[in-house]
Nanobody, 126 residues
């Protein structure tokens, strides 16, 4: 059974930092695109950052470029999201996901054909 468990969310002031981690199991970690989505209240879920297994590159939403960084530990099958210079607009539930579309064309869910963990809340106060 594929499992993804995100942790590390919380409340932070604008300008602060948070690090999210995601522990995975039930699949070969190096086989699937891996990364993070988020969903803010009243908004569509959006891809944030991902690692493509096809070309080894990382891809990010324009809104987080230069502020967020993704990293992985293949030995532990974990993926992390380092978030710096946080803004109130970054407030959302953040989800770790695997096997979605991750490329220079964007970060997109396969809508049922990919894998998701339960989200972790990130709240940035102004």
């Amino acid at each position: 059974e594929v499992q993804l468990q995100a942790s590390g969310g919380g409340l932070v002031q604008a300008g602060g930092s948070l690090r999210l981690s995601c522990a995975t199991s039930g699949f070969t970690f190096e086989d699937f695109n891996i990364g993070w989505f988020r969903q803010a209240p009243g908004k569509e879920r959006e891809g944030v950052l991902c690692i493509s297994r096809r070309d080894g590159n990382t891809y990010s939403a324009d809104s987080v470029k230069g502020r967020f960084t993704i990293s992985e530990d293949n030995a532990r099958s974990t993926v992390s999201l380092e978030m710096n210079s946080l803004e109130p607009e970054d407030t959302a539930v953040y989800y770790c996901a695997a096997d979605f579309f991750c490329s220079s064309l964007g970060i997109y869910s396969k809508h049922g054909a990919d894998y998701w963990g339960k989200g972790t809340q990130v709240t940035v106060s102004s």
